[in-house]
């Protein structure tokens, strides 16, 4: 079957760093999707990934080893804000979107 | 704001009432999808509709109802819901069905639903 696992939730401290994995079995693929989800709002875009690599966004970067079945969410400079679900997609042979849990983040003052 | 809205935004509902999930997509985008998001588990995908046609059915119970009248609104029609359907609902677009590249999905903010 496919699956993606990430960590359920995680705590930060305002100003820090943090990085949130996600790991992939899927049928094929073809990109990775991080998004931000904060309660009770939609899911917004965050990053894409289809080559190996780092992609880099102001605070946010992304990493992505297709070998390894591996990715993660970098935050820097983490603020208040930022406290929110961060949830991993892959897109797999079909274009199919298969979604991990999401993990939440805590930012501690 | 995404481009995408969704009304209402909760929703209480008794197993024997009738209801009706709004989405509207203000973005031109070709396909739309309803999302079942419960909590601690990861996005299920009901529906997906691409150009007014469905052509996803993941194996979603008839209590569930799509309606895509055109490519910009899309309707999910709810009848005799079990308490376990309560979920935060959401509706998603993106300009194209099975595209590749950055063709992201964009989300609307959802329908908490509640059946008693």
């Known amino acids: 079957g496919q699956n993606i696992d990430q960590p359920t939730e995680m705590t930060a401290t305002e100003g820090a760093i943090v990085q949130i994995n996600c790991t992939y079995q899927?049928?094929?693929?073809?990109?990775l999707f991080w998004y931000q989800q904060h309660a009770g709002e939609a899911p917004t875009f965050l990053s894409y990934?289809?080559l190996d690599g780092l992609e880099e966004k102001g605070r946010f970067s992304s990493f992505l080893s297709r070998s390894k079945g591996y990715s993660y969410l970098l935050l820097k400079e983490l603020q208040m804000k930022d406290s929110a679900s961060y949830l991993c997609?892959?897109?797999?042979?079909?274009?199919?979107?298969?979604w991990g849990a999401g993990t939440k983040l805590i930012i501690k003052p | 704001e995404t481009g995408v809205t969704q009304t209402p935004r909760h929703l209480v509902m008794g197993m024997t009432n009738k209801k009706s999930l709004k989405c509207e997509q203000h973005l031109g985008h070709n396909a739309m999808y309803w999302y079942k998001q419960s909590a601690k588990k990861p996005l299920e995908l009901m529906f997906v509709?691409?150009?007014?046609?469905?052509?996803e059915n993941n194996s979603v119970p008839s209590r569930f109802s799509p309606e895509c009248p055109n490519s910009s609104h899309l309707f999910l029609h709810l009848h005799t819901l079990q308490p376990e359907d309560s979920a935060l609902y959401l509706c998603?677009?993106?300009?194209?069905?099975?595209?590749?590249?950055?063709?992201?999905?964009?989300f609307g903010p959802g329908t908490r639903l509640t059946v008693l």
């Open positions: 899927t049928s094929g693929f073809n990109g």
């Open positions: 997609a892959v897109r797999d042979s079909n274009y199919q979107l298969i």
């Open positions: 998603a677009s993106s300009q194209e069905l099975l595209a590749g590249g950055q063709d992201e999905q964009f």
């Open positions: 990934n289809v």
């Open positions: 509709y691409s150009l007014e046609e469905r052509v």
